[in-house]
């Protein structure tokens, strides 16, 4: 289906022929990955940056499910294009084999996620623990798993994991760090467990984004704008774009990973904290 050899050998014939210049149109004819997918799956795609992912790949032609609980949220993607919306529960193991595992599916973009509370570590309620790896973990895992045995099957695929910076540097926010950190690894091995099927896989990991997320942190709403003020905050619709940049490269190119943070936010560097009391 990619004719890469073929492509290598009349590239060579024609630098040979032409000179150096002949690179840019030739490149600028070769077979781009998103113009070859048909569908795409993409979970979290009643809000922020997977609603923005919907619609920049509807306006691509392509046809494209949206997953998230509130239906009512996807039925309103439905105007961009060939969108259609599957109300689920990404904590729901056999739904997501049920309905994700019945749809032939080229690209799956696996956004769905939540923040943790921004409560101290040593008072988190475990139930909002469970949450937090159970959506961001397992949905990210078993919506791979669902839609992966079709992608082997057609020799094409595209997986998408939305991951963070705080699973690419320690920043605080142990638990949110882990699950993101969980999909930083099973971005990097799923290279190697799907090697020799041709199916790419592409991290995306943004810094803090001008999103709904911050109303699963906190209830206080004068902290969740302030999340967004004091400096130019990127959009979800940055993040999608640096998805469909990724998606849109020759099938030569894995973009494997992709951290993105507004210019004002710097993820690393380390603290000095004095205890209380002691000398
Ligand atoms: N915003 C940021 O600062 C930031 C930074 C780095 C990474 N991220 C990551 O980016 C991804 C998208 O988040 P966002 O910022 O766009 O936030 P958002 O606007 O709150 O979107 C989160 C999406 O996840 C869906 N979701 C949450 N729990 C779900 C569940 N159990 N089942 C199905 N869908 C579920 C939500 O839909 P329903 O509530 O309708 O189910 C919503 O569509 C997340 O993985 C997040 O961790 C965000």
Known sequence: MYPILNVSVALTDAVNRFGANCFETLEKGSKMALQDYQTALVTGASSGIGAATVGMLAARGLTVHAVARRRERLEALTKLGDVTPHGL??????????????????????????????????????????????????????????????????????????????????????????????????????????KGTGIRVTEVSPGRTDTEIFATMTDDKNVQTGMAEGFEIITADDVAQAVVWALDQPWRVNISLIELTATEQIPGGVGIHPVPGRK
């Open 89 to 194: 529960d990404l904590r729901d193991r056999a739904a997501i084999y049920q309905v994700l595992g019945a749809l032939d599916i080229d690209i799956l973009v696996n956004c769905a996620g939540i923040g943790s509370r921004f409560d101290p570590f040593h008072e988190l309620d475990p139930d909002n623990i469970d949450a937090t790896l159970e959506t961001n973990i397992g949905g990210t895992v078993h919506a791979a798993r669902a839609v992966a045995p079709g992608m082997v099957a057609r020799g094409r695929g595209h997986i998408v994991n939305i991951g963070s910076i705080f699973g690419l540097h320690a920043i605080g926010s142990a638990v949110y760090g882990a699950s993101k950190a969980a999909v930083h690894v099973l971005s990097q091995d799923l290279r190697h467990d799907l």
